[in-house]
């Protein structure tokens, strides 16, 4: 903005290659740690809710919400801004959601606060040129301290020049106080080569799991040097990295992201736009997650997706420099919710998400939040699930 699946059996396994990356048609069912089939996640809507657009909450513009999670220490919401520094300083918010088995009923902003460099000095408006500008776009809530980790994408630049600013996971304090930087895989580096992430498709998401001793980002598109991105007719492989807290990558595996679902409109200035936009482990299953895919095509709108997916079997493509007609065995997948079917008032830009409180059902609840990018055909959309 730009969990586990089990298999069905072994010999049902997806062998996939770069050039045969489509969407996963075939439904495997997820496993658990004991490798015994369980059920895919199912998910049905709570209910949602419209922030008031471009609402002026401390003298900020709220909008542009990329990521959202849960502070187990106050009970509050944190969602993060994907504003660059155009409107007021990178930044983050905290907010106080009522959502029940009933619905989505109330979202009260209660603070806000700038992401801070080492120095202590807010992130700066880009001036001239690019590969300058801090692109903000997921935020998780560490499980042990309740400090802050979020994820930037960095800034390709368009024309030839080093980039000044990389993709980074970053510690921060309650206040956006910098703590520190969790150190990468090197496949994650912006380079003047043709490798590494593509122009704002770099680290989109990002989430706790293990209870809190693994850190797993997802890069939102394809790498450079993994292939094309997808199109009408073919899907691609995405890069997915368990990290422990201190950075020593403990697999990097491919995610089958969808082929474009619809075919963009000729007429149009801008073509195609699909990633990985959000991950969520599951709590009971560090190789579990709900993946989010979301896409735009001119014409046609979103389509916005959530998978149940699972690194279980699949291929450690740590090692491995290219994807591109490797074979590899990819995350299996299964569909949870095609928004289009939700019975929402809108399908809009989801980009974020996190797990709620346990219902009376004994279902999780799941908040979603969507990035208005701060246009005007567009909305901040709060949207809670149950899922079982």
């Known amino acids: 903005?730009?969990?586990?699946?089990?298999?069905?059996?072994?010999?049902?396994?997806?062998?996939?290659?770069?050039?045969?990356?489509?969407?996963?048609?075939?439904?495997?069912?997820?496993?658990?740690?004991?490798?015994?089939?369980?059920?895919?996640?199912?998910?049905?809507?709570?209910?949602?809710?419209?922030?008031?657009?471009?609402?002026?909450?401390?003298?900020?513009?709220?909008?542009?919400?990329?990521?959202?999670?849960?502070?187990?220490?106050?009970?509050?919401?944190?969602?993060?801004?994907?504003?660059?520094?155009?409107?007021?300083?990178?930044?983050?918010?905290?907010?106080?959601?009522?959502?029940?088995?009933?619905?989505?009923?109330?979202?009260?902003?209660?603070?806000?606060h700038p992401f801070l460099q080492p120095d202590g000095s807010v992130y700066p408006a880009p001036t001239v040129g690019?590969?300058?500008?801090?692109?903000?776009?997921?935020?998780?809530?560490?499980?042990?301290?309740?400090?802050?980790?979020?994820?930037?994408?960095?800034?390709?630049?368009?024309?030839?020049?080093?980039?000044?600013?990389?993709?980074?996971?970053?510690?921060?304090?309650?206040?956006?106080?910098?703590?520190?930087?969790?150190?990468?895989?090197?496949?994650?580096?912006?380079?003047?080569?043709e490798r590494g992430p593509r122009r704002n498709q770099a680290i989109e998401a990002i989430t706790f799991g293990d209870r809190g001793r693994v850190l797993t980002s997802a890069v939102e598109g394809p790498l450079l040097q993994d292939g094309p991105e997808p199109d009408v007719d073919h899907g691609a492989l995405v890069r997915v990295t368990k990290q422990t807290r201190d950075g020593k990558v403990l697999g990097q595996f491919a995610y089958p992201l969808e082929k474009i679902f619809a075919v963009n409109d000729p007429n149009s200035p801008w073509g195609p736009d699909t990633g990985v936009p959000s991950i969520l482990a599951f709590p009971d299953d560090p190789n579990r997650y709900l993946v989010l895919e979301r896409t735009w095509v001119a014409g046609a709108g979103y389509k916005i997706r959530l998978f149940d997916a699972t690194t279980r079997g699949a291929t450690d493509v740590q090692a491995m420099d290219s994807l591109a007609g490797q074979p590899v065995v990819a995350m299996r997948k299964t569909l949870v919710a095609d928004f289009d079917t939700l019975g929402l008032s809108t399908v809009d830009n989801t980009e974020g998400m996190t797990w709620g409180p346990r219902l009376p059902s004994g279902e999780r609840s799941l908040v979603l939040v969507s990035d208005d990018n701060f246009a005007e055909d567009a909305v901040t959309q709060i949207v809670a699930l149950a899922v079982r």
């Open 130 to 193: 690019d590969g300058k500008a801090v692109d903000p776009e997921e935020i998780r809530v560490d499980p042990r301290s309740c400090d802050y980790w979020w994820a930037q994408e960095g800034d390709r630049p368009k024309t030839v020049g080093p980039p000044v600013i990389q993709p980074s996971i970053q510690f921060a304090g309650p206040t956006g106080t910098y703590l520190g930087q969790l150190p990468l895989p090197a496949n994650y580096e912006i380079t003047m080569e």
């Open 1 to 112: 903005m730009s969990s586990s699946l089990t298999r069905r059996a072994l010999a049902a396994a997806l062998l996939l290659t770069s050039t045969l990356a489509p969407a996963v048609a075939v439904a495997a069912q997820p496993g658990g740690h004991d490798h015994r089939p369980v059920r895919a996640a199912q998910a049905r809507l709570l209910g949602e809710k419209i922030v008031p657009h471009k609402l002026d909450f401390q003298g900020t513009t709220v909008g542009g919400l990329s990521g959202v999670d849960r502070d187990r220490c106050t009970g509050e919401y944190v969602f993060i801004s994907d504003d660059r520094s155009y409107l007021q300083p990178a930044r983050f918010y905290t907010a106080k959601l009522d959502v029940d088995a009933n619905g989505v009923h109330a979202v009260d902003f209660t603070g806000t």
